[in-house]
């Protein structure tokens, strides 16, 4: 019951993805659709615009890097405008260079998701978003203060709750990633337990090719590999040994066996 209320009151809500990768897009798409949030899809900063003249979404989710107009000067943009400056706009990013951040305070964005995301981590902080909508329109804007990074001034004019934002899903995306980081590093780890391998000399019978092992037994070479090794084996037999053991029916001009 309570899941079919929240699909009720996501089908109200209007999202409008900004992306130039039709891949992308029709991704986010989908995982937004599969919601039921009702989405449109923008190319570019240019397209974003034009529809934003005749279409009032709840939320905007914008890609960084995109030819003609970039998302950072898409949120500007949007912030600007007296009719836009509500709409809470949500930038795709790498978040390779701490610059970005300052770059998203400086156009107003109020949040970043780091790219590739996890499903429903972007599906958190979109309800996170959306649950503090009432509280961003009671706050104003006229706010301003300078900090010194990277050698240079910034003088940042987003509000408190924008800020605050920024910096909690930037700290958010950093766990997110340590603790993917961290996954990955156990499966590693895992594996190398898992997996044995072969090295250093290897006492093997120059007659029948059988391997002595550790506790001082011949076995066959088949057997011991496979107990150090994720190696699989077919039998078969090799040109030479076809030959030695079946001339009649060998075809020296094909190298194989004759019909």
Known sequence: MQEEMSSNRNSDVKILIVEDSPTQAERLKYILEGQDYRVSVAGNGNEALQYLEEHRPVMVISDIVMPEMN????????????????????????????????????????????????????????????????????????????????????????????????????????????????????ELRKANETISTLNGLIPICARC?????????????????????????????????AKALYPEYWDDDKQNFSK
């Open 71 to 186: 998302g950072y000067e898409l949120c500007a943009r949007i912030k600007e405008d007296e009719r836009l400056k509500n709409i809470p706009v949500i930038l795709l990013t790498t978040l390779s260079d701490p610059a970005d951040v300052i770059s998203g305070l400086n156009c107003g964005a109020d949040n970043f998701i780091t790219k590739p995301y996890e499903e429903q981590f972007l599906l958190t902080r979109i309800h996170y978003i959306l649950l503090n909508l009432r509280m961003r329109e009671g706050v104003s804007t006229e706010m301003g203060i300078e900090i010194a990074f990277a050698g240079q001034k910034q003088f940042i004019t987003s509000n408190r709750i924008q800020i605050l934002d920024m910096l909690l899903s930037t700290f958010e995306a950093a766990i997110q990633k340590t603790l993917e980081l961290e996954e990955a590093n156990r």
């Open 209 to 241: 090719k059988k391997i002595r092992d550790d506790g001082g037994y011949w076995r066959q070479i088949e057997e011991y590999i496979s107990e150090h090794s994720e190696a699989e084996f077919t039998h078969g037999y090799c040109p030479d040994c």
